[in-house]
């Protein structure tokens, strides 16, 4: 190790797992910090125990990449959640985002909650984490195209203004959120940090050590209700075993439940994503109605085969290459996608996600086309339009640019005027 001293303070300083301290990563980061800071390994100490350095230390470890409608099933079942709670007489909503990195996370919840049908008055939203730079980002919430990787629902065009430098949140939905520097960890526990209906908490656990893991969890099913629920990462559901906290069956949701005084009631379900709709789409109802159909998980094609017969385990599907975006593996997640469109053909998810991945490599001009052939397929798909009305405009062509938006906002108003299917 080339800073044996600066590893060995984090280790005994820092709830880190001991394995991100260590490599040429590690090194490598280390050695841009003293270089900025000019000085060397002694004077790095005195500034980790003196300073804020630990927390710009830590934004270069934990790297705080976050998304709008990042797992997007487990919003559509945080909805479902919300009206729930809202037809049983609930007349208050409290919600917390730890670890809330540039906002998009909490703002999304936000989004979910005036959507289920809450007043922006009586819901709050506890936005917290440990890193400066990341709240000083998220206090001017104006957003680039890299923020919106998931698919968006139509209905969320409403709480979105475009402008010049990106997309802004509307301010009603600004004014939900309360963000706080706080470590989530520290003692004692932050003022206020109790009775969450809501818990989100993703990919956060995975970068601590067992005993600070340990903590965390404690304090957070602590700060839960009874049946409140916590959302954590893809990979961590396991990480969270223990008593009181009773996993979702639904999935893709990676939601936990605090059930320690509440009878076990059956499994909880996801209310069904949206549809994608197929090529021969017609205009008005019949995109309203489309919206409102369950996900066909299993509906994509993968090579001609006799009817009846299994598709191998051995194949993987969309929903595979979502899962591998969801955890960061982008490579991986566009050679499935491309095997994908080459044995099946073009389809509206494939497409939109392979675009995705292309936009998150700097590579536009495909990402452009991935978008405009996911809307030709699917006219109502939101995140594509969303996406291309933002190309447009970084481009300097806003005509074209505010054609989507009106596209979208037409959309979300098509959607929230029909009746319920």
């Known amino acids: 190790m080339k800073y044996p001293s600066i590893q060995r303070w984090l280790l005994e300083n820092t709830p880190l797992e001991p394995a991100l301290l260590d490599g040429p990563g590690f090194e490598s980061l280390l050695d841009h910090r003293l270089a900025a800071l000019e000085v060397d390994e002694p004077g790095y100490l005195d500034l980790l125990s ?3 350095e630990p927390a710009h230390l830590l934004a270069g470890i934990a790297v705080p990449e976050t998304w709008f409608f990042r797992y997007p099933h487990s919003y559509r079942f945080l909805e479902e959640f919300l009206r729930t709670r809202l037809a049983s007489g609930r007349r208050s909503l409290a919600m917390a985002s730890i670890g809330c990195a540039t906002g998009e996370e909490p703002f999304t919840m936000a989004m979910v909650a005036l959507h289920s049908g809450w007043p922006p008055e009586s819901v709050s939203i506890t936005a917290i984490d440990a890193n400066p730079i990341a ?3 998220a206090a001017d919430p104006r957003y680039a195209a890299s923020s919106f990787r998931s698919e968006i629902p139509a209905w969320a065009a409403d709480f979105l203004v475009h402008e010049e430098s990106g997309v802004s949140i509307v301010p009603h939905v600004r004014a939900m959120v309360r963000f706080h520097q ?3 960890m ?3 526990t932050p003022a206020g940090f109790s009775a969450f209906d809501v818990v989100f908490c993703r990919n956060l656990l995975i970068y601590l050590k067992p005993a600070a893991r340990a903590v ?3 304090r957070v099913y602590g700060a ?6 916590l959302f954590v990462g893809h990979a961590e559901t396991l990480l969270c075993a223990r008593p009181g906290l009773r996993p979702v069956t639904a999935e893709h949701t990676f939601c936990l439940q605090r059930c320690d005084h509440v009878p076990t009631p059956e499994p909880m379900r996801a209310a069904p994503m949206p549809a994608m709709a197929p090529p021969t789409i017609r205009a008005g109802r019949d995109i309203r109605r489309s919206l409102n159909q369950p996900l066909p998980v299993s509906r994509y094609p993968t090579s001609p085969r006799e009817p009846g017969v299994a598709r191998p385990e051995s194949i993987p599907t969309i929903d595979d290459a979502r899962r591998l975006a969801d955890a960061g593996q982008n490579d991986q997640c566009e050679r499935i996608l491309r095997s994908l469109l080459q044995r099946g053909g073009p389809t509206p998810e494939a497409l939109e996600l392979l675009g995705l991945i292309r936009l998150s490599a700097g590579d536009t001009a495909e990402a452009r086309t991935c978008f405009e052939q996911a809307v030709y397929l ?4 939101t995140a594509s339009i969303l996406q291309l009305a933002m190309i447009y405009e970084k481009r300097g062509d806003q005509r074209r640019a505010d054609v989507y938006w009106t596209r979208a906002r037409r959309i979300a108003s098509e959607q929230n005027a029909s009746p319920p299917q």
């Open 135 to 137: 709240l000083n980002r």
């Open 216 to 218: 965390l969890l404690d």
């Open 50 to 52: 003196t300073t804020g």
């Open 224 to 229: 839960l209700v009874d049946d409140g629920l």
């Open 186 to 188: 520290s003692p004692p």
């Open 378 to 381: 699917d006219p109502a798909r």
């Open 182 to 184: 706080v470590d989530a």
